[in-house]
């Protein structure tokens, strides 16, 4: 198992980069929430704006990006959505917003700060068509548990924020984080876990996060499950 994600293993963010416009601070996010707000209103060939419904473009928001390999991949795999990354480490954030840049990832941005404040403050209710928590730190020690993400309290919020039939998914190397999750997950209405099998890796970086590609790549165990909101 490997616990914590090696400060060496971050590459520099080229100067060249303008990442900015894809890093937001969980302060600086529209109260209330508007889509075009974060992502910007696409303009037709007359250059005037597009309004769009926010029902017509699911949203996916991950919860603690890391060095965002999955923001960067699946926002390129499915460019009719928006993507929300949260992370809490601006070092990490702000890697993460770097990659959006270099791929010009229109539809997908970073936000730094807590990922659990932007689930109960912001994101309205049946607003979110999948919900991504991958390799959540492990908070080993029985007194730093109600650290973990996935808590009581995150999980009223995702049903809240999941459309009817938006996904929960929940991956991780810590077989007794996930068996606690499942247990959690059994007293609420998320219908699962819905079995998810692992695959060959079609490439180096064809993995969901980097954590799965270091644990894989160690020939660990990955837990995975999703969960679908009635
Ligand atoms: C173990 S890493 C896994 C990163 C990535 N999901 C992966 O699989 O490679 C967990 C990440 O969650 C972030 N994190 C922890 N608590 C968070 C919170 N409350 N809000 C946002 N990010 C959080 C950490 O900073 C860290 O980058």
Partial sequence: MIAAMGRRSLRKVSPELDWAPYLLKVEDLPRPWSRAAVFGSPVD?????????????????ELGSGKGLFMQRASG??????FLGLEVSYKYARYSASRLAKHERTNARMVHGDGL????????D???TA????FPDPWWKARHRRRRVLNES????????????GL?????????YFESTLELIRDTKLEGPLEVPERPAADDMDFRTHFERRTRLH?????RAQFRNP
């Fill in 117 to 124: 404040a932007v689930f109960r403050e912001i994101l309205p």
């Fill in 126 to 128: 049946r607003s979110v």
């Fill in 168 to 176: 929960l998914h929940v991956w991780t190397d810590v077989e007794e």
């Fill in 219 to 223: 020939d660990e165990p990955v837990y």
């Fill in 131 to 134: 919900i991504h928590v991958y």
């Fill in 154 to 165: 995150f999980l009223v919020d995702a049903q809240r924020t999941l459309i009817s039939g």
């Fill in 45 to 61: 060939e007359n250059g005037e704006i597009v309004a769009i419904d926010d029902a017509d473009v699911p949203l996916e928001v």
């Fill in 77 to 82: 795999e499915r460019p009719d959505h928006h």
